[in-house]
């Protein structure tokens, strides 16, 4: 597609449960960014897939949060015993080369957890 | 590591007006300064970017301007309309892939 697709668009879930956020970049982008966004706040930077280096996962908030990127293409976002605070808007972004081409970013998976 | 700063939280102008928002960087090393517009419901939107080597874009309503010496860079919006009205994200990175950092955002309000 044209655009940077992530699906689902809305996800609840249940305390404890585990979720999977998935992630379609543009075609031939090779940097991904997955960014969390919770309500009326900024971008908080989770995890930076590079081409076939391996991921910058300084952002990542706890070891329930991983994210892979398969092929150098899709990446799935899994948080493990989802916790109320883990509600958010978790937002994925590729670029050409990297942050100093510009982001286009997905229209976002609204998380709630109750 | 870079710290983008972004003034105001909120903005709110009359239709026609024009909106100004500012950031400022910590690093010296900063060249690329990108924004976003965040509709509600949606993912940022780049709108415009400036690069250190120019001081001043326009984009028809919409203008950037940088100044490296005091590490500040506004966004300018001319006539706005409500559909102007938005979270307007101010960034700034170096050629590391991943060194971007966001400003925490301006709620642009423009009222007919």
């Known amino acids: 597609g044209a655009g940077v697709s992530q699906s689902p668009s809305n996800k609840v879930t249940e305390k404890g449960k585990d979720v999977e956020l998935r992630c379609d970049p543009i075609?031939?982008?090779?940097?991904l960014y997955w960014y969390r966004q919770s309500l009326g706040q900024g971008l908080e930077f989770l995890i930076y897939?590079?081409?076939?280096?391996?991921?910058?996962k300084s952002g990542l908030p706890s070891d329930r949060f991983s994210a892979e990127r398969t092929g150098g293409s899709v990446s799935t976002l899994t948080i493990q015993r989802t916790q109320q605070e883990d509600s958010a808007v978790y937002l994925c972004?590729?670029?050409?080369?990297?942050?100093?081409?510009?982001?286009?970013f997905g229209s976002g998976t609204r998380l709630t957890v109750v | 590591g870079e710290n983008v700063e972004q003034h105001p939280s909120t903005l709110s102008v009359q239709e026609g007006d024009s909106a100004v928002i500012k950031c400022t960087y910590s690093?010296?090393?900063?060249?690329?300064f990108p924004w976003y517009k965040q509709e509600l419901g949606k993912g940022p939107q780049l709108i415009i970017d400036?690069?250190?080597?120019?001081g001043e874009k326009k984009d028809q309503r919409i203008a950037v301007t940088l100044n490296k010496t005091a590490k500040h860079f506004s966004l300018h919006i001319t006539e706005t309309q409500p559909e102007d009205s938005a979270v307007y994200f101010c960034?700034?990175?170096?050629?590391?892939?991943?060194?971007?950092?966001f400003g925490a955002g301006t709620r642009l309000t423009v009222k007919p």
């Open positions: 972004a590729s670029s050409l080369l990297g942050g100093n081409y510009g982001y286009t």
């Open positions: 075609s031939g982008h090779t940097a």
């Open positions: 897939f590079q081409g076939n280096s391996a991921p910058d």
């Open positions: 690093d010296s090393a900063s060249n690329y």
């Open positions: 400036i690069r250190s080597n120019v």
């Open positions: 960034a700034a990175s170096t050629n590391n892939n991943n060194d971007m950092r």
